[in-house]
Structure formats: structure tokens, C-alpha cells
């Protein structure tokens, strides 16, 4: 077992990594020549399922390893960090819409310390393109000089989505979505499962690992994505579409909150152990102000979360029209699209070539207004009724 088990298509930011992670331990224990393999600032990117965070944890495992092999897997430095147990493991997983100047400033004051027990301390921003300008230059002086035992990792989906100060004192790892085939064979090693249902998980989640596991974990997801696209798709007027994309809007919203809810719950439970308060336990006042914070920071997730349940709508749409297109081309590709098998031969008779790059090109410009202050309704009203299948 190793720490870089499941970093799937990564050989090459494995390679370095590793390298990183070998001489980390040189510097440590003050042996071996010196290289240009480690250094104090990673800014590591990649498209979205590409494993940033993953491979992010990974490289942090490592560095902590006390394990005869770098990167065991099995020393409690390793295992610690990849269960992000770790005190000397800072793991800044942002799902609100940025990441505020104050608590920049506090990684910033907390990077200044050494660490407690492990070999490094790691501040690992898992989001770090959710920085707003300020909050980056806040960030710019630790970076610039780091003490000598901090090591910052920076996780954004490319280079150009931070400010070029930030980007130029990082060393840069870029990660490619990994083919499906390799995402199947992880799915099946780590959990069990036929060949068969691995490959349409890993198809329908176009590679993304994390979501991915989520379709092997519950099969509800799956018909949760096949109602939903059936919502998107069974409308034959305008007025129809106009009627369905407010059921889509508030279907992809439900299924979002109540997702939310169990791990907003998780959260407030993990909290209240962390503070020695039990279940049914009322909240003693001098420690209510971290359930307000958790609160607070909860509800900005919320709206976050929200607007990323619908892009994934518009995803698993590309995805549908995209399996159209190949099969009208003949391209011998896989399909990523499961249980649609009807929807499609209906949709891909009723549209020719240019029909389907129309309503691919439909979508795409819903994803772009999705990024703005445009009402979702709205969005998905127009988009609708333009895919609506006109006759030839």
C-alpha cells in the first residue's frame, strides 16, 4: 500500500512528487546532496475530476511519512494525514463562493509556526482560485518566505486562475482528467464491484473520481440523474420547457439540500465531539460562538453547492447531445450517458448534425450565464425551449 495508490493517470506528477517528498526527508534528517526536487510552494492544477485535492493530500502524506518507503500509506504520519487527522496538516476544503482576507491572514499566522510532531507543517488550500485579490497578496509574503519547515500546496483549476505573483513562486504540477478505463479499474479494486457497473460509473462521472464513488457508493444517484435528465429533455413545446425548468431547478435543488443536510449534520456532530459536547447536550454559552461560525459558514456553502448541483445538470446535457453526436458521426467512442438509450435514438432522429452542435452550443452558453448573476430560472427556461426539437 502507498499513498500514491489511488492517483489515477498521474505517472508523471507522481514521478515528481515522490522525488519532492524523497528529498523532504533529506532535508529533514540532514542527509544526502541537495536538489532542486523540493521546494516550499506547489501550486497544483488540473480540470475539475482531475484529483488536485487527492494528489494534493497525497504529496502532504508523504511529506510526513515516517515509514521506511517515502509515502508508505501506513505510518501514522501517512495514515493521520490521509484520514486529514493530522495537527500539523492544515486541509482548507472551501465550498463557498470565496475564500475571505480573514482567513487567509490566519493560515498566514499559523504557517509561521513549526510543527508539533510531524516532519512539516502543511497548509493544503484545496480551492485556492476562490482567493480574492487582497486575500492573495495577504498570501504573497508567506509564500515568498516560508519558514523553513512550512510547505504550502495550492490546488486551482489552472494556472491563469491565480494572480501571477502567486503563480510564479509555486512550482507548478499539472493533472489530466485520466481515462475512464483506469477510473474503472480503481473502482473495482477499492470496492468490489463488476467490470461492468464500474464502467458506466466511471463513463457517467466523465472521469471525475469523486464523483465516480459517489455513483458506485449509492445507486440512487443514478436514477436521481436519470429523472433529472428526463425532466431536461421530455418537453415538445416551448411552453412545455418553460413549465419543466422550473420542476428541474427545484428537483436538482432537493436532491442538493438534502445532501447538504447529512453533511451539515456530520459536521455539527464532528464539532460537538471535538468540543467534548454530547448529542442532546445543550451548547454551553462560552462555546456557542463555534457552532454560529459553523452555521454562518454552512449557508454560504449552501448557495455554492446549489449553483453547482445545476452545473451539473448542464454537464450530464453535454454529456447526452455529445453521445448524439458521436453515434450520427459514427465515431467509435464510448457512451457516456446511462439508461437514456430511448431519449437518445428519439432526440438524435429528430436532429441533424448541425441541429445537435446547435443545442451543444445551447448548453455551453447556459454554463457561462450560470457563472453571473443571472437568475438559474431564467437560464434554464431559455435553454430549454432552444432544445426543443424542430422539425426539419
Not at 64 to 89: I, K, Y
Request: negative net charge.
Amino acid at each position: 500500500m502507498s499513498v500514491w495508490d489511488d492517483l489515477v493517470g498521474q505517472a508523471r506528477a507522481v514521478e515528481e512528487l515522490q522525488a519532492a517528498a524523497q528529498q523532504a526527508r533529506e532535508i529533514v534528517e540532514n542527509t544526502g546532496a541537495k536538489s532542486r526536487a523540493m521546494t516550499h510552494s506547489w501550486l497544483i492544477t488540473g480540470p475539475p475530476g482531475s484529483g488536485r485535492s487527492t494528489v494534493a493530500r497525497a504529496f502532504a502524506a508523504a511529506l510526513q511519512c515516517t515509514g521506511e518507503e517515502v509515502g508508505c500509506g501506513e505510518c501514522p504520519g501517512c495514515t493521520s494525514t490521509l484520514a486529514r487527522s493530522n495537527g500539523d496538516v492544515i486541509d482548507v476544503e472551501t465550498s463557498s463562493v470565496i475564500i475571505p482576507i480573514e482567513q487567509i491572514r490566519d493560515l498566514v499566522y499559523q504557517s509561521q509556526s513549526a510543527p508539533s510532531r510531524g516532519r512539516w507543517r502543511v497548509i493544503l488550500i484545496e480551492d485556492a482560485d476562490r482567493m480574492m485579490e487582497r486575500g492573495a497578496n495577504a498570501l504573497l509574503k508567506a509564500i515568498e518566505e516560508p519558514p523553513e519547515r512550512t510547505v504550502w500546496l495550492l490546488c486551482a483549476p489552472s494556472p491563469e486562475d491565480m494572480i501571477t505573483t502567486i503563480r510564479s513562486r509555486c512550482r507548478q504540477v499539472s493533472l489530466r482528467i485520466p481515462p475512464a478505463g483506469e477510473v474503472a479499474q480503481l473502482l473495482e479494486r477499492k470496492y468490489g464491484v463488476t467490470p461492468e457497473k464500474a464502467a458506466a460509473a466511471a463513463r457517467l462521472a466523465q472521469s471525475h473520481i469523486g464523483r465516480a464513488k459517489g455513483l458506485i457508493a449509492d445507486d440512487s444517484k443514478i436514477r436521481e440523474y436519470q429523472e433529472l435528465m428526463e425532466m431536461a429533455l421530455s418537453a415538445t413545446s416551448t411552453g412545455e420547457a418553460v413549465l419543466n425548468a422550473q420542476k428541474l431547478i427545484d428537483r436538482a435543488t432537493d436532491i442538493e439540500k438534502a445532501r447538504q443536510e447529512i453533511e451539515f449534520e456530520e459536521a455539527e456532530a464532528s464539532l460537538r465531539r471535538a468540543l467534548g459536547v454530547g448529542e442532546d447536550e445543550t451548547i454551553p454559552a462560552h462555546v456557542r460562538y463555534h457552532f454560529k461560525n459553523l452555521k454562518e459558514d454552512q449557508k454560504r456553502q449552501a448557495t455554492r453547492m446549489q449553483r453547482d448541483a445545476l452545473d451539473r445538470v448542464l454537464l450530464d446535457l453535454l454529456a447526452f447531445y455529445r453521445d448524439i453526436l458521436t453515434r450520427q458521426l459514427g465515431a467509435e467512442v464510448g457512451q457516456i450517458s446511462v439508461g437514456l438509450d430511448d431519449l437518445m435514438r428519439d432526440r438524435g432522429r429528430a436532429l441533424s448534425v448541425g441541429g445537435t452542435l446547435e443545442s451543444i452550443a445551447q448548453i455551453e452558453r447556459a454554463r457561462e450565464l450560470l457563472q453571473t448573476n443571472t437568475k438559474p430560472l431564467l437560464i434554464f427556461e431559455a435553454m430549454l425551449a432552444a432544445l426543443v426539437p424542430r422539425r426539419r
